[in-house]
C-alpha cells in the first residue's frame, strides 16, 4: 500500500535527529517513509501504513492542542508504541500530561516501563523487579509526586533498607539522620530531579516528604500516604513482612529491587525473593518485571548486564556438566564394586549345586 501525508508546519519535528524517529517507524512496522518536497510517501502493508498515518495524525493533533514533547520522550514513545499494538502517540503523550510532577512528566521509555506504570495507578501495591537503571526507582518516586501534586495523597513516604546499619555506621560523623543519609540518597537525587529544591526542602521539612530506613517503619500504620521501598532485595524476611503490612487506608506501596545484587549475609534469604513466591497469588497487588531492554541509562550500562547475565549462565552450565559428570563417574564406580561382589557370592552357590 501507498499513502501521501501532506507536509504541515512543524511536523520536521517529529523525524528527530538524522531522522532517528522515522527510523523507528521504519524498522518497527516495516515500511519504507520517503521525504519529498510537498509530501511525505509511505510504503508498506495496510495495516503497518495506516498504523503510521495514524502516528502523523496523532503529532500533528498534539502540536495545535500546544503540547510540546521534547525529542528524547518523542523517541521513547514511538518506541513504545512499536511494542504495544494498542498504544497511540496521542495517548502515551496525554498520559504523560496527567502524571505531571512539576518539573517532568512522567513518560514510560520502554513497554514494561509503560506497563509499570499503570501497574501503580491501578494497584494498591506494586513490586517492580530488575537490573539497574531500568527506572524502578525512579518512576515510582514520580507517580508518588504526581499523586502528592494531586491531592491524592496526603505524603509520600521513601524507605531503604541501611544494610550496614551495626558497626560500620558508628564510624560515621554526624547524628543518626546524617548517618544514613548516604543509603537514602538516590531517593533525594530523584526528587530535587523532579521538584524545585526549595520545594523539597520545604515538604522535608514538614515531613510532607519523610526519608528514612525502612527500620523506622516498624510499628505504624500509614494512611493517605504514597509509601516506595527501594533496594527491597537487602530486606531481610521479617523487614519484608513489616513493611507490607504497614499499608493503611488511602494509600499505595511501591517495592523495587534488583534480585541479582543482594548483599545480605548468605545465611539471611532475601526478603523480596521470598514475597516473589508468597505474595504472586495475593489478589489486588502485582508484579512488573524488568529486563535490560529497559535500561535507560547509558547503552554502555545495557550491555554490561547483558555480560554479566551471560557469565552468570555460562557458570550454572559449567556447574550443571560438572554434577552430571561426577554421577556419571559414581555411577559407573558403584557397578564395577557390585559385579566381583555378586561373583563372589553366586560361586560358591554353584558350586556346591554341581556336588
Do not use: C, W
Not at 512543524?10 to 516495516?30: A, K, P, S, W, Y
Not at 557397578?335 to 554341581?354: C, F, H, R, S, Y
Amino acid at each position: 500500500m501507498k499513502k501521501s501525508i501532506e507536509i504541515t508546519p512543524h511536523i520536521e519535528t517529529l523525524f528527530g535527529t538524522r531522522d532517528e524517529n522515522l527510523h523507528v517507524l521504519e524498522d518497527g512496522l516495516h515500511i519504507t517513509i520517503d521525504l519529498r518536497s510537498n509530501a511525505i510517501e509511505l510504503h508498506g502493508a495496510t495495516s503497518a501504513v495506516e498504523r503510521a498515518q495514524q502516528v502523523f495524525a496523532d503529532y500533528e493533533h498534539l502540536r495545535r492542542a500546544g503540547h510540546v514533547v521534547n525529542n528524547g520522550d518523542l523517541n521513547s514513545m514511538l518506541r513504545v508504541l512499536m511494542a504495544d499494538p494498542k498504544a497511540t502517540l496521542r495517548g502515551l503523550a496525554e498520559a504523560g500530561r496527567q502524571r505531571a510532577t512539576g518539573r517532568r512528566t512522567v513518560q514510560p521509555k520502554s513497554l514494561n516501563q509503560k506497563r509499570y506504570v499503570e501497574a501503580i495507578e491501578s494497584h494498591d501495591m506494586v513490586f517492580g523487579i530488575g537490573p539497574a537503571g531500568t527506572g524502578k526507582t525512579y518512576l515510582a518516586v514520580a507517580m508518588a509526586i504526581s499523586a502528592l501534586l494531586a491531592k491524592r495523597v496526603n505524603r509520600i513516604i521513601l524507605a531503604r533498607p541501611a544494610v550496614e546499619a551495626g558497626e560500620r555506621l558508628g564510624f560515621l560523623p554526624g547524628t543518626l539522620q546524617d548517618k544514613i543519609d548516604p543509603y537514602l540518597r538516590p531517593l533525594y537525587d530523584a526528587l530535587y530531579d523532579m521538584l524545585d529544591p526549595e520545594k523539597v526542602d520545604r515538604y522535608l521539612e514538614k515531613n510532607v516528604i519523610e526519608i528514612a530506613p525502612i527500620a523506622f517503619m516498624r510499628g505504624r500504620t500509614l494512611n493517605d500516604s504514597f509509601v516506595i521501598l527501594d533496594e527491597a532485595q537487602n530486606t531481610t524476611s521479617e523487614q519484608m513482612k513489616m513493611f507490607v503490612t504497614r499499608l493503611g487506608f488511602n494509600s499505595k506501596a511501591v517495592i523495587t529491587g534488583d534480585v541479582t545484587q543482594i548483599d545480605l549475609p548468605n545465611a539471611r534469604r532475601s526478603g523480596l525473593l521470598e514475597a516473589v513466591d508468597i505474595l504472586k497469588r495475593v489478589e489486588g497487588l502485582t508484579f512488573v518485571h524488568f529486563d535490560e531492554g529497559d535500561v535507560v541509562r547509558h547503552h554502555l550500562v545495557q550491555r554490561i548486564i547483558r555480560a554479566y547475565d551471560e557469565h552468570k549462565n555460562k557458570l550454572a552450565e559449567q556447574q550443571l556438566s560438572l554434577l552430571e559428570s561426577k554421577s556419571s563417574v559414581n555411577g559407573k564406580s558403584n557397578g564395577a564394586d557390585k559385579a566381583p561382589l555378586q561373583k563372589k557370592i553366586t560361586m560358591p552357590a554353584e558350586a556346591d549345586v554341581q556336588e
